[in-house]
């Protein structure tokens, strides 16, 4: 069809204004009725498709209200037929990107409104979609489609046809069951969630995908929803018959929109973080544990034990992930940062601001015997100003802790942050079973040394306590301990203090950061570059701690850096 052909005799085409895989839609002049309208054609015809439409379109006009766009006409020859609906100047809510709570729920509220109409007169929509949710500059919302729903080709998955968009439909369209008016408050729920989060409540992209995760109940964590949160909650609720209706879901959207706060749900439970585990064992010993428990199944032999196994080869990269920590951000993945048992994702979150999400193994501080955890305890957050910690014990009493913290003046919920980040972590694990393993190390590397063999007779009574991997060693004395500690750093970061040369190597000796009266000496290892091309170096820290005058601790320090210096792996070849 080009412009300026004309349509049933009356609506000449002016330009197309949408277009998709469902068909495609043109601005018309009505030259009867002197007036704007929108053409959509079917991008599929088929023996009856006309008579189809002619009864939606029916049930469609029963719909009268200012926030869903009319249904006048259907036109055409034979199968060959157009929608005639009035012509709305706007964009779609999917096309607005991210929009704040209260706009949002002012664009829900209009949405709801019309739902209920719909409602009223049994009509379904069956397809509430951010697609089908038009917005004005005006901030004016209709919903459009109402009630037609015969030229949409149903979304083949690998659990069969599913009628709607994947993303937004409702638990029981999943399984099979017809959309009724509680579909419509979910998908309504759905869309507003993706448009204040950036994404779907149960992500996007490959249908089956999605349609796991919605069956599963694993939904995405609302961060930004603020006082929008507890409507979504009452909207995405999996039982239908607890789900607010449309008329409901306006009142509750109205208040968000006027800047009042919304009381959670009558029904809505919250999200489980954690439970209460308390028996006989746990009683006399008086310890009350806070915590959630995962069991991963692993065929006929019961519930699996997830365990670290060599420390050496667990990879705490495996367990972070950019994609879901996007939204808060342009998330970038760093192994590089700090010791070998972390690894950090970086959020851009303003300016040159920045979240750091930390994933650290270690050995677990708190939680039940080891003989007593058949899988992982997800512990309540701890948080203070800055950042916000959740551990999750395995059941060799190793943990991963989680931690969100900014050393720049952010203002970030970080729990959440951290709540997120804790969820893809179990999320792994339930799919692998097990702790992923590190890729090969450089065979210099420190991560193959004994920290504890680095310094010999530095006091016979006091036997050293290795750390995690053996990366760390601590030696301590009623007046003070000394510690070797294997670290990453940047070139130009490391190069800080008095420099000196031992056994070919450059060290720095300068007071440190791990106390009052501390000091340490840096002693460069391997140098290399990271996979955006900085300059990095491996670092064997020699780390004094005390009482002593500072002047002390750095001679103490600086003595002790030649051995350790001549101990490390050759460099050579």
Same mark, same amino acid.
Request: negative net charge; proline residues 6%.
């Given at each position: ?31 009867? /009725?002197? $007036?704007?309208? *929108? ?7 088929? !023996?009856? %498709?006309? =008579?189809?439409? +002619?009864? #939606? ?118 399984? /099979?069951? $017809?959309?009724? *008016? ?7 729920? !759905?869309? %507003?969630? =993706?448009?204040? +989060?950036? #994404? ?374």
């Amino acid at each position: 069809m080009r412009s300026d052909d004309v349509i049933a005799d009356r609506y000449r085409l002016v330009e197309v204004i949408g277009a998709g895989g469902l068909g495609i839609v043109w601005l018309a002049d009505d030259l009867r /009725g002197n $007036r704007s309208v *929108a053409l959509k054609r079917p991008g599929t015809a088929y !023996a009856g %498709l006309r =008579a189809d439409l +002619e009864r #939606e379109a029916e049930a469609a006009r029963k719909v009268v209200h200012p926030n869903a766009v009319k249904v006048f006409d259907v036109v055409g020859d034979g199968d060959d037929c157009w929608l005639v609906m009035e012509y709305f100047r706007s964009t779609s809510l999917g096309a607005r990107g991210i929009l704040p709570p209260q706009k949002v729920a002012a664009i829900g509220a209009q949405v709801a409104a019309a739902l209920a109409a719909a409602h009223a007169v049994d009509v379904v929509h069956g397809d509430v979609a951010p697609g089908n949710i038009l917005v004005a500059e005006n901030g004016t919302a209709k919903v459009t489609d109402l009630g037609i729903s015969a030229w949409r080709p149903a979304t083949v998955t690998g659990a069969g046809e599913v009628a709607g968009t994947v993303a937004y439909i409702a638990p029981e369209v999943a399984d /099979g069951g $017809r959309a009724t *008016a509680a579909s419509d408050v979910f998908s309504l729920g !759905a869309s %507003l969630f =993706a448009a204040v +989060e950036g #994404e779907p409540p149960f992500g996007k992209g490959d249908p089956d995908a999605c349609l796991r995760r919605l069956q599963s109940g694993r939904a995405e964590i609302p961060v930004r929803s603020g006082a929008l949160r507890p409507v979504l909650d009452a909207l995405l609720q999996r039982d239908q018959a607890a789900r607010p209706t449309a008329a409901q879901a306006r009142e509750l959207l109205d208040r968000v929109a006027s800047g009042q706060s919304v009381p959670a749900w009558p029904g809505v439970r919250k999200r489980p973080r954690a439970m209460v585990v308390a028996g006989v064992a746990v009683a006399v010993a008086a310890m009350l544990v806070l915590m959630l428990t995962r069991p991963w199944e692993s065929g006929a032999g019961g519930p699996a034990r997830t365990v670290l196994g060599d420390p050496r080869t667990a990879n705490p990269c495996a367990l972070a992930d950019t994609g879901v920590l996007s939204r808060f951000g342009e998330a970038t993945l760093d192994p590089n940062r700090g010791e070998f048992n972390r690894c950090d994702v970086l959020i851009a979150v303003a300016g040159d601001d920045e979240i750091d999400v930390e994933f650290r193994f270690g050995v677990a501080k708190s939680g039940p015997p080891a003989s007593s955890t058949p899988s992982v305890v997800r512990h309540e957050p701890e948080r203070d100003r800055a950042a916000c910690d959740i551990a999750l014990s395995l059941a060799d009493q190793h943990e991963l802790v989680v931690t969100a913290k900014s050393d720049d003046d952010v203002a970030a919920d970080f729990c959440q942050v951290a709540d997120v980040a804790a969820d893809h972590v179990e999320s792994v694990l339930r799919e692998n079973g097990r702790i992923p393993r590190r890729p090969a190390e450089d065979p210099r590397s420190l991560v193959n040394v004994d920290a504890c063999g680095l310094l010999t007779g530095v006091s016979a009574s006091t036997p050293p306590v290795p750390g995690f991997g053996k990366w760390r060693c601590r030696w301590p004395s009623p007046d003070g301990s000394l510690q070797v500690i294997f670290d990453r750093d940047d070139v130009d970061s490391a190069r800080e203090g008095s420099h000196q040369t031992m056994s070919g190597r450059d060290v720095y000796v300068a007071p440190a950061g791990y106390g009052e009266f501390t000091c340490a000496a840096r002693i460069f290892h391997l140098r290399y570059q990271d996979e955006y091309g900085a300059s990095k170096v491996e670092l064997a820290l020699v780390v004094a701690e005390g009482g002593a005058p500072m002047g002390s601790l750095c001679q103490l320090v600086t003595r002790l850096a030649g051995p350790v210096a001549a101990r490390l792996p050759s460099l050579g070849g």
